[in-house]
């Protein structure tokens, strides 16, 4: 059974970071990734990593975001520099323990934590 459960959400004025945390327990070798919903709008795709340590992020966070893992505390991360207001959402941690067919599709992934809010003004 894989339990996810994130943590490091709250509120900041446009331009400052936070940083996301996810500590997962069971389960070995599995593709995580992060995801958020805005009230109104579509779960989205936000950043991705697979057991390798390759990475994957939407366009829209790319050079702000960044995605990793410390396997040995079994936790994901996501560093969030020079947010933006439209960055407000809830955002979510996934896995699933294979490779989905696109690592940004919320559909693909198995596993969710409860989420934690993010809020930039």
């Known amino acids: 059974h894989v339990q996810l459960v994130e943590s490091g959400g709250g509120s900041v004025q446009a331009g400052g970071s936070l940083r996301l945390s996810c500590a997962a327990s069971?389960?070995?070798?599995?593709?995580m990734g992060w995801f958020r919903q805005a009230p109104g709008k579509e779960r989205e795709g936000v950043a991705a990593?697979?057991?390798?340590?390759?990475?994957t992020y939407v366009d829209s966070v790319k050079g702000r975001f960044t995605i990793s893992k410390d396997n040995a505390k079994n936790t994901l991360y996501l560093q969030m520099n020079s947010l933006k207001p439209e960055d407000t959402a809830m955002y979510y941690c996934?896995?699933?323990?294979?490779?989905?067919?696109?690592?940004?599709?919320?559909?693909?992934?198995?596993?969710w934590g409860q989420g934690t809010q993010v809020t930039v003004s």
């Open positions: 069971g389960y070995r070798t599995y593709y």
């Open positions: 990593i697979n057991n390798l340590g390759t990475t």
């Open positions: 996934a896995a699933n323990p294979v490779r989905p067919r696109s690592v940004l599709w919320s559909s693909e992934y198995r596993y």
